[in-house]
Each structure stands twice: as structure tokens, then as C-alpha cells.
């Protein structure tokens, strides 16, 4: 984990953990360690602030479309999908433009955009404009996502990554935890009034968080492209060769099939934001409300165990085990959710949480396994294209959320549940195995030392 630095002045990176050493550092004291690195510190804040708008949107943007604007279920799925669709382009070109340009900067500007997307929300009255509102927001929130990642892979190494990816991820719910009980006034109070003052007040808050951004160290921005051999440099060195930026993310097949497999499990986070609200409301006695609720739990959950649960998974064969283990888990999670329907108040509710529950710790082992696995299987020469590879995955995962949701959960009930159960149960598991795999094929690569060949002879 990252605290003091100590580390090289050549390479400006932070130390690699031993990965054989537990930390008993709770979050507090590992948050508080965290503050010694500039970056990180810049990250934390500004997530902190701007993610408390990211609780309320996630909270009453689809309410919001179906209740206050009209839109019907269908049309709400809609506007989720193609609006994810737009910001599937837009996660690769993030990561991209992050190898070439001043990542800061375009951060900056990418959150700046984002910000005043979202204070356009309220002003929505139909479908065409909800739809264009929403595609803006989710390509700039695309794009500045998949900027930040590549800004954590130049910046860190090792254990560090996954470490700082856990950190920033506990902070994030801290923030929706407080977006989500705002919005819950919202929902109370179940008027198009207090829906759009909560609205307005998110999206203000979102351009007060990008401030601290600027001051990020030229250390997160690209380097220099490292060239072959024969080819003069900037000062002037001869080099063999052209400019080497790294292979591309479209002909790593490993990365590929990775990228799609997450994207399928990803579908998960659209269970969350799109089905379970839209089932609780339409599909179960329980008082819309709880859809606060629920996601307060998540929160709760992610910020007590997202931190410890992450440690380790910079490992590829223990990020295999644990995003197995998160697809056992979101499998019954979905069963549980189905058969929240048709019973009383009482029990719809304690059904709702007994699966959010485990769609909690579900979406902490899968968030921290495919992390360790997205780092690990990347090419280090442009991690900006391989981490927007990725984000592109989790955008055609959220693309396609909305509609398998639609078409399974919502029109089939328990048995549409069983569906979804299955597909992200054989998700997780082909992810899992794609880790053994690579855990056997580095195992056997390894050089094996002089003691070790003795003693095979003795």
C-alpha cells in the first residue's frame, strides 16, 4: 500500500508491497498513509466531493425519468443503453489520449464537461432531450474514467495499484452513501420539485470536486515514447528503429476475451442502478424508499470490506478464486431478488436486503479480482489504452444492462432472474479460469534456480 514515499527518483513510482506481508492497517490509518502521496491525496479529494452527485443520480435518475418526465419502463431502459453505448467509444479514446496528452489536463476537462451535463438533467421534459443529456454525461464520465485509470497505472505499481484503485473505490461509496441519503429526502418527499433541487445541487457539487485535478504532478502525464535502437531522440541519441508505444489492446486476444467476459459480469452494476429499483417499484410490496436503502447497504459494504478484500489480488491465481467466488455469490443474490415478488411488505423487504447483501460482497471480489487481472495482463508500455480497452468492456456491459434486464428479470420474473443468475455465474467462472491458465503458464516460465535443480539431482 502506498504511504511514505520512498521510492526510485528515476522512475518516480511507489515501492512494490511484499506481496507475502498482511497489512492490519484499518481504513482510516491507510487513508491517512495514503495523504503522503501527492497523487493519490489529489484523487481521494476529488472524489470525494464530486461522487456525492454520482450517489444521488445513481439513486433517482431512473425514478426520475419514469416518474416525473413519463417515460415508461422500456423508454427508460432506452436512454440507459444508448446513452452507455456513446460511452463505450469514449472509454478506449480516454484511455488513448491518455498515452499522448497531458493526462491531467484532460481529466480536467473531461470532469469539467461532465459537471455541466449533469446540471442539464432538470431541464429534461422528454425523451429526446433526457436521451441527449444522458449520452453527454456518460461520454465524458466514459472518457474521464478511463483517463483516471490509466493515471493510477503510470503512477503505481504492483500491489500499489490495486491498493489505490481500493482506496479510491471505499471513498467513492462514502461519497454515494451521502448522494443516496440526499436523494432519499427526494423520495420522500416524491415531488418533481425536490427531484430537481437535488439534481442542481449534484451537479454543482460534481464541478467543485474537479478543482483539486489541476494540481496532479507532471508524473501522471505520458512519457516520452520509448524508441528502438538507431533513431535519434530529443537529445539527440542515434536509435535502430521507430518509436515503440506498445502493443495494441485489439490484437492482445488474452486481453479480449478478458475485457468481454468482465463486461458480461459488469452487467451486475445494471442490476443495481436499473433492475432492482424498477422491480422494487413495480414488482414488489416494498416502499420505494428501500431502493435508497439497498444502496446504502452496498455502500456500507464496499467502504467495511472493499479495502481488506482487495488485498492479494494483484496475484492472478487469487484473482481468479475470488471473482469465482463473487459469481457464487451474485448468482444467489439473483435468485433472492426474484423471489422478493408476491409475498408482504415485511418480508419483500428483508428478502431485498438478504440479496443486496450479497450483491454487495459479490461486486467487491469481482471489482477487486478483474483489478489485479485488467493491470496484470496489460501491455506497460501504454497502459492508457489497455485500461480504456477495458472501461469500453464495462460500457458495452452497462449498454446491454438495461435491455437483458428488461427482457429477463422484469418481463420473466423469478425464472428471468434465473437466467441472469446463470449468465453471470458462467461469466465469472470463464474469468476464473482464464486466471488458473495464466497462473500455470507463468509458473512454468519461471527460471528455476541453482539450489532447486540440486536438490531435484540430490
Known sequence: MPTTRTSDPGTDTLPRRDPGKKSSQGF??????SMSDPVLRIL???????RVGRGVFLTVTVLYMTFVIGLSAGEAATVLGISSAVGVGTSYLGGRLADRLSARRLLF???AFEGLALLCYPLAGDFISILIIASVVS???SASNATRMAIVARAFEGPARVDTRAILRTVTNLSIALGAAIAGVALLADSAAAYRIVMIGAGAVQLVGIIPVWNLPPRVDAPAPVLAAGVSDTDGRAHDGPPQRGRSPFRDRRYLFLTALSAVFGMQFGLAEVG???????HTNAPTAVVSALLILNTVVVILFQIPLSRGTDDVQKSGKVVALAGVLMAGACIVYGLSAGVSVGTAIVLLLVAATAHAFAEVWSQAGTWGLSFEFANPLNPGAYQGMFAMGAGLGSMCAPFVVAGTALRFGLAGWAALAVMLLAAALGISAMARREARRAAEERPVDASTITALQG
Request: glycine share 8%.
Open 139 to 141: 461520454a465524458m464520465g
Open 109 to 111: 476537462a473531461l470532469m
Open 28 to 33: 482510516l490509518r491507510r487513508l491517512n498513509g
Open 276 to 282: 432492482v429499483p424498477l422491480w422494487v417499484a413495480h
Open 44 to 50: 481521494v479529494v476529488t472524489t470525494l466531493i464530486s
